[in-house]
């Protein structure tokens, strides 16, 4: 059974940061790109980051130079450090493994940045 299961969400303040986890289980964690995504109220799902199996990073303008996706292939974990949080970075923050025909999804863990 996949799971994957975020964690390190929670309430900052503007220019604060935060870093999530994401803990894979019942995948070949290396085969896999893993990536970020978010979902504001009212919203779609957008891409934030994403960390190809071979290591090659991609991320959404809009927190470029801001976040860093990175993956510990011997834990089965991909993180997201995120700094100098904006209020527009409030969302649900999910975690994606992706390798073509098999997508999954975690639950989700929310960040709110807010004074």
């Known amino acids: 059974q996949v799971q994957l299961v975020e964690s390190g969400g929670g309430l900052v303040q503007p220019g604060g940061s935060l870093r999530l986890s994401c803990a894979a289980s019942?995948?070949?964690?290396?085969?896999?790109?893993m990536g970020w995504y978010r979902q504001a109220p009212g919203k779609q799902r957008e891409l934030v980051a994403r960390?190809?199996?071979?290591?090659?990073?991609n991320y959404a303008d809009s927190v470029k130079g801001r976040f860093t996706i990175t993956r510990d292939n011997a834990k089965n974990m991909v993180y997201l450090q995120m700094n100098s949080l904006k209020p527009d970075d409030t969302a649900v923050y999910y975690c994606n493994a992706d390798r073509g025909l098999g997508v999954y999804w975690g639950k989700g863990t929310l960040v709110t940045v807010s004074s």
């Open positions: 019942g995948i070949i964690f290396s085969v896999y790109a």
């Open positions: 960390i190809s199996n071979g290591g090659i990073t």
